[in-house]
């Protein structure tokens, strides 16, 4: 059984991201410190179901990601806030952005699906850690 299917935890993660000035404080670390979203907002909600992840499993959550994040999520990011300046002059600007941005949202989404399986792993290692009596 899943803890979290890739379809709950985008659900769970647009209902968070939804909260009135969430946006905006989640956007203002991604600017200024560097924070994924995704991450930060999947982690909410695998503790909100009840499972622990404190910094060692919050940096191996982030290091299951991270190549995903630089390398495709970062860059699509990177061409539509470049895209938004150049929407009056360049006539389809506009257009090109808007499919960039539904690519890097896709991006985001598979980037929750990876985070999904990465999750469903640590489970099943921390179970049989437990039943063995070891600590991971």
Same mark, same amino acid.
């Given at each position: 059984?899943?803890?979290?299917?890739?379809?709950?935890? %985008?659900?769970? +993660?647009? =209902?968070?991201? /939804?909260?009135?000035?969430? /946006?905006?404080?989640?956007?203002?670390?991604?600017?200024?410190?560097?924070?994924?979203?995704?991450?930060?907002?999947?982690?909410?909600?695998?503790?909100?179901?009840?499972?622990?992840?404190? /910094?060692?499993?919050?940096?191996?959550?982030?290091?299951?990601?991270?190549? %995903?994040?630089?390398?495709?999520?970062?860059?699509?990011?990177?061409?539509?806030?470049?895209?938004?300046?150049?929407?009056?002059?360049?006539?389809?600007?506009?257009?090109?952005?808007?499919? +960039?941005?539904? #690519?890097?949202?896709?991006? =985001?989404?598979?980037?929750?699906?990876?985070?999904?399986? %990465?999750?469903?792993?640590?489970?099943?290692? #921390? *179970? *049989?850690?437990?039943? *063995?009596?070891?600590? +991971?």
């Amino acid at each position: 059984m899943k803890a979290m299917t890739p379809e709950q935890a %985008w659900k769970e +993660i647009g =209902e968070r991201y /939804a909260v009135p000035g969430r /946006a905006a404080e989640l956007l203002q670390q991604q600017n200024e410190r560097g924070v994924d979203v995704v991450l930060e907002l999947f982690c909410e909600c695998a503790q909100a179901r009840g499972f622990r992840l404190d /910094a060692r499993v919050r940096q191996e959550a982030d290091d299951c990601v991270r190549d %995903w994040r630089a390398q495709v999520v970062q860059p699509l990011r990177q061409v539509r806030h470049a895209l938004k300046p150049m929407m009056e002059r360049v006539s389809d600007a506009a257009q090109l952005r808007a499919q +960039i941005q539904a #690519s890097e949202l896709q991006a =985001e989404r598979v980037q929750v699906g990876m985070l999904c399986e %990465w999750l469903d792993k640590y489970l099943a290692r #921390s *179970a *049989a850690a437990s039943a *063995a009596g070891c600590k +991971i």
